[in-house]
Structures are given as C-alpha cells and as structure tokens.
C-alpha cells in the first residue's frame, strides 16, 4: 500500500505500488509520462493526448478530457488514474475513484508544474528520472529574462493573450499561462482577472497594450481572426502563438525554455503585422 496527498489536496490510497497499469486523463501529463519511459505501464488516454503521436495512434482512448468513458476506463482495469483539477470534471473524478484511486494535480503556477512533476514521479517509481527532467527545466528557463524584464521604455511589454472567440477570452493572473507570460518577460494586462475571463475587443485597447498574442489552442485562430482583431485595434501588434508551449506543463517545458527565449528576442515586429512564431 502507498499514500500520497495530491495537488488538490487529497488523500490518495493505491493498493499496487509501483503501478503496472496507468490511465491519463490530461494531456500534458500523458506526454510526461512518456518522457519517464512509461511504454507499457500507460494503458489509457484521452482522444487530446496527441503527443507522443505513437501513443495517440496505439494507446486505447477513453473519450475527452471531460467526457471521460467511465465503462472503458473500468475495463482497462487502472491500478492509478492522473487527473487535473482543472481539466476533468469533478463528478467524473468522483464517479473513477469508485474503480481506481484518482491522482488529481493542481497547476496554476511555474513551481506548481515542477512539483507535479516529482509527485507524479513519486507516483510511478520514476523519482530519479522525474528530479533530473525537473532540474534541466530550471537550467533551461534560467536563461529567460524573468517578471517584467522585457522592458520598452523602461516599463514592462504589455501583452493580451486570447485563447477563444465568440465570445473573446483570454486568461487571467490565477492560471499557468499567465505564469508562463511572465517568465517570458512580459505583463498580461488582464492579471488582476481571475482564470478566463470573457472580454470585448475594445477592452484591449484601453489597457496599453502593446502586442495581441493568439494562441494556437483551444481555439485555432487564424490570419482572418488577425484582420478582424486588427480593424478593431489598430496599432496594436498581432503575434500567433503556440498554444501547447503556454499550457502544457510536464516535460514540454524543456521546449517551452527556448521557445519562451526566441519569442522574447523576436517582440520587434514592424506595426500593423502579424507573426507567427
């Protein structure tokens, strides 16, 4: 028997330790549990757990992140299952405990997604590999300027992040990505927001902000999408983003470092374009 407490502050029970059969209910954590070689244990995913592709074409799908297939999860017969408090539905997680004991993680923050990745570590037996994927995250993201140190005019670089339109939303200064804008160096304008508010266009423009960054998920914008954010704010720099690089948050942060770095160098595009980086 092994107990752990999760990041949702629970009590987790599991009767096999270490676990010889995974389900993964959050695509980030999927993608970590690869990194931790994980191969054969991991029996169950989720139809968005894309990455790595060899296990979205081979792994057995257990519906969405919160459409989760209750009957097939119970069939693949889980020692553990890894869930987020955040990404899966409460009831569902609820309603899974009565066939497996229920990782939940809890990751608004930088340091919130390094700790995940030890507990989860801890979880699977893999706490060596898990500690040295967590201190080259920290060697990578050393690098990165850091809260507000990509300055124009002497004042930190204002950016809205949009993840959705119809209605427009973007994220507030209580989620990861938030946490992930920072690190880059820049000011999410809708800080003093909580998680993801719906916003008008107009609002954007009153807040100086000086670049829109339109992220490539949840929802795929488009250069259309530029054309019409652009005609409502002109002046204001458009920037696509890669969506994964500012949400996911187990191993994908070993890209995110760089990736974070080259959009930092790259936040001098000429007025009235969009980029895409």
Not at 171 to 181: A, E, L, Q, W
Request: net charge negative; proline share 6%.
């Amino acid at each position: 028997m092994f107990t752990v407490v999760d990041q949702a502050e629970r009590i987790v029970v599991m009767n096999t330790w270490p676990p010889k059969r995974i389900v993964s209910l959050v695509p980030s954590q999927t993608e970590l549990l690869h990194y931790l070689g994980l191969e054969n244990e991991v029996v169950g995913i989720t139809k968005f757990c894309v990455h790595p592709e060899s296990w979205f074409s081979t792994k057995q799908r257990i519906g969405g992140t919160k459409t989760v297939h209750i009957d097939a999860v119970k069939a693949l017969k889980p020692d553990i299952i890894l869930a987020n408090k955040e990404e899966n539905v409460k009831e569902q997680i609820e309603a899974l405990e009565e066939i497996a004991p229920v990782w939940v993680s809890d990751v608004n923050t930088f340091e919130a997604a390094l700790q995940m990745i030890t507990e989860v570590g801890e979880i699977v037996d893999k706490l060596f590999e898990a500690e040295t994927l967590r201190q080259e995250i920290l060697r990578r993201f050393a690098v990165l300027p850091g809260p507000g140190r990509l300055l124009e005019n002497g004042l930190p670089v204002n950016i809205a992040y949009l993840i959705w339109r119809e209605p427009y939303m973007t994220v507030g200064g209580d989620t990861f990505i938030n946490d992930m804008i920072k690190l880059a160096g820049c000011r999410n304008v809708f800080e003093n927001e909580e998680r993801y508010p719906q916003i008008e266009l107009e609002q954007i423009s009153q807040l100086h902000c000086r670049y829109v960054f339109l992220s490539s998920e949840p929802y795929p914008f488009k250069p259309k999408h530029a054309e019409e954010i652009r005609n409502t704010l002109p002046g204001i720099d458009i920037i696509f983003v890669d969506g994964e690089m500012f949400s996911w948050y187990g191993s994908r942060l070993l890209q995110a470092a760089q990736y974070l770095k080259e959009l930092n160098q790259r936040l001098n595009p000429m007025p009235g374009e969009e980029h895409w980086v």
